[in-house]
């Protein structure tokens, strides 16, 4: 299957739709201070506007950032470094590079988190790295047209908790670029489905199946995944609800008359996953809403 030609032509959409935005335009530099190796103060939690949830989501979001390198390889190598791919892989990798950038000034000249935990943090989640596994181009381009979309929405609803507008306006402006990501990516799917409906289908169901966020691998993400989910940062239903199924409705998934009998099963079990899904996500929101009543009433006493 032969995706040069859409890669091309969705390049060069991305570059004409592609507003351009500098880092350095988003940070409040005059709040910046010393800090004690050149004769000012280390950070301290007082220093920090963030509440402890927001300082969690924007340290798991600047980590997964952070990751880039690894992420260039894992894509270079299934896309190749030669003609459209080539171009398109390091158009992202550069764009990709501004929110890492952006994201780490934001948080050491506002104090916003302690920047040594932080840069020990980064130490060790890149010193691990990012493995994609044996995914073929078609199961890569599958995950990332969810994974974009899923990083667009954390980083968005994480500027909305932050309770600081220069935050939100940031984050706010990664989270568009994250979403033309997504754009590239769901576009080459569907040129797939044309020309490759069953093969297509199960890429799609085992890549939402098995999804699984890029900084899963990050240390304490499963405990500050929880810390995300219960805020409503990024949780089970939002995945179900603004992730998964708007893609899957763009490809007509569950439409379309052209697959043989391996897309078909590949479907039904999509399907299957789907509804366990949605059950779970409901469960879920149930819970945080009974935690959160207990809470409320336990406050008001």
Excluded at 25 to 41: C, E, N, T
Excluded at 106 to 132: C, F, K, Q, W
Excluded at 197 to 204: G, K, L, N, R, V
């Amino acid at each position: 299957m032969d995706l040069e030609p859409v890669v091309e032509e969705n390049l060069n959409r991305h570059l004409s739709v592609f507003k351009d935005w500098m880092p350095h335009d988003y940070i409040p530099w005059s709040q910046g201070r010393d800090f004690q190796m050149l004769g000012g103060q280390d950070w301290s939690l007082e220093d920090s506007r963030l509440d402890p949830t927001a300082r969690t989501a924007m340290i798991v979001n600047l980590l997964t950032e952070d990751n880039l390198p690894s992420y260039h390889r894992e894509i270079a190598t299934r896309f190749g470094r030669d003609g459209a791919w080539g171009q398109w892989v390091g158009r992202w990798t550069a764009e990709e590079g501004r929110h890492g950038i952006a994201l780490r000034d934001y948080l050491v000249v506002t104090r916003g988190v302690d920047p040594v935990e932080l840069e020990n943090l980064r130490i060790a989640h890149m010193t691990a790295g990012y493995d994609s596994g044996d995914k073929s181009v078609l199961q890569t381009v599958a995950y990332v047209s969810f994974q974009e979309l899923a990083t667009r929405v954390s980083h968005r609803n994480t500027g909305k908790a932050s309770g600081d507008p220069l935050a939100e306006a940031l984050l706010a402006r990664i989270a568009l670029d994250e979403n033309l990501h997504m754009i590239f990516y769901r576009n080459l799917v569907a040129a797939a489905f044309d020309m490759a409906p069953d093969a297509t289908m199960e890429a799609i169901r085992d890549e939402v199946v098995g999804f699984a966020m890029p900084g899963a691998n990050m240390p304490g993400y499963t405990r500050n995944a929880v810390t995300i989910a219960k805020a409503g940062i990024y949780d089970l239903r939002l995945h179900h609800d603004a992730v998964v199924q708007p893609v899957l409705k763009f490809w007509r998934v569950f439409d379309r008359a052209d697959l043989g009998p391996a897309g078909e099963q590949a479907r039904d079990e999509l399907s299957a996953f789907m509804t366990g899904l949605d059950a779970q996500a409901n469960r879920f929101v149930e819970q945080r809403e009974t935690m959160r009543a207990r809470m409320a009433a336990k406050a008001a006493r």
